[in-house]
């Protein structure tokens, strides 16, 4: 019965840790990076005071749009391109599907994911689902909030020296053609490699399909490659071509049942074996 117990109990918090909120934003604040060409954030204490028991603080800060954790909005890169505050709900939300390229962008920093990368992971994991947020896991979560990592040049403000990988646009032509997602990003600063001067990954997204872009996304490497939907939780701006969000992931219910019930199957299992 003890065992029983312990069993049950592992169980339960097996269960309930599935279904845990995934944090893919980084902490916004000084050390966070921009693009080249932006102004630095800046944060500025507006007012302390008590009042009775309470202690009142309210701040105000200034940022770029394009800058930590953040999203594009097709306005980024089109002149008829959608603001932030036009945007239709049902694109900020979508299944997660996270792409891991650690071993290429590690073997070559100029890697760019092609065609074959996306028929690689749908071999492994099923077609790209509709309504997709498409993360590519690059291994650069680990070098945030280090500029000259991350862009990979000790000449951080000259962007022609910058060495990131990215989303090839070719492999950005098969996606958009056959499948239909909501956003594709990853953990670099943009989806076209460092080297891009064209930007034609951002242009094909943002300007001929809608699609937002996601750019500097933190923790990839606590996502599952399937099983949870992505919730960009970004400002209304008005007239905004893009702004910091709070993007996060939460475990699908009916994977985490799926999981929940394969786990007290192979609990019963094992109890049954024990008696
Ligand atoms: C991508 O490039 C390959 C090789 O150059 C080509 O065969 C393929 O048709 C291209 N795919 C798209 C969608 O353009
Ligand atoms: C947004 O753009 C419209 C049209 O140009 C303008 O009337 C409005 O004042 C702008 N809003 C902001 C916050 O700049």
């Not at 959608?82 to 049902?90: S, Y």
């Not at 071993?103 to 492994?124: G, Y």
């Not at 996606?175 to 670099?188: F, I, M, P």
């Not at 990839?220 to 993007?247: C, D, F, Q, W």
Request: charged share 20%.
């Amino acid at each position: 019965m003890k065992t029983f117990c312990v069993i049950l109990s592992t169980y339960l918090c097996l269960c309930l840790a599935e279904d845990e909120v995934i944090d893919l934003s980084h902490t916004f604040g000084k050390k966070t990076i921009y693009w080249p060409g932006n102004p630095p954030f800046n944060f500025t204490n507006a007012f302390r005071a008590t009042l009775g028991a309470a202690s009142i603080e309210a701040n105000y800060f200034h940022t770029a749009e394009h800058s930590g954790t953040h999203m594009d909005a097709p306005r980024h890169f089109c002149a008829d391109g959608k603001r932030m505050h036009e945007l239709d709900m049902d694109r900020l939300s979508g299944p997660g599907v996270v792409i891991d390229v650690r071993k290429q962008s590690e073997a070559n920093r100029d890697f760019q994911a092609t065609e074959q990368t996306f028929r690689d992971w749908e071999e492994e994991h099923g077609t790209i689902p509709d309504g997709a947020i498409v993360l590519f896991n690059f291994g650069w979560d680990k070098f945030w909030p280090d500029r000259k990592l991350i862009f990979n040049t000790d000449d951080v403000m000259n962007p022609s020296t910058f060495h990131f990988p990215g989303v090839s646009p070719n492999a950005t032509k098969w996606l958009t053609s056959n499948r239909k997602v909501h956003a594709v990003g990853g953990d670099t600063p943009s989806p076209d490699y460092g080297q891009s001067s064209l930007f034609e990954t951002h242009v094909m997204l943002l300007c001929d399909h809608g699609i937002i872009i996601l750019e500097n996304v933190a923790n990839v490497n606590s996502m599952p490659a399937t099983g949870t939907k992505v919730y960009i939780g970004a400002l209304k701006l008005e007239n905004g071509s893009g702004t910091p969000v709070r993007l996060f992931a939460v475990p699908m219910s009916s994977a985490s049942a799926a999981r929940c019930s394969m786990l007290l199957a192979l609990t019963l299992l094992f109890v049954g074996r024990l008696s």
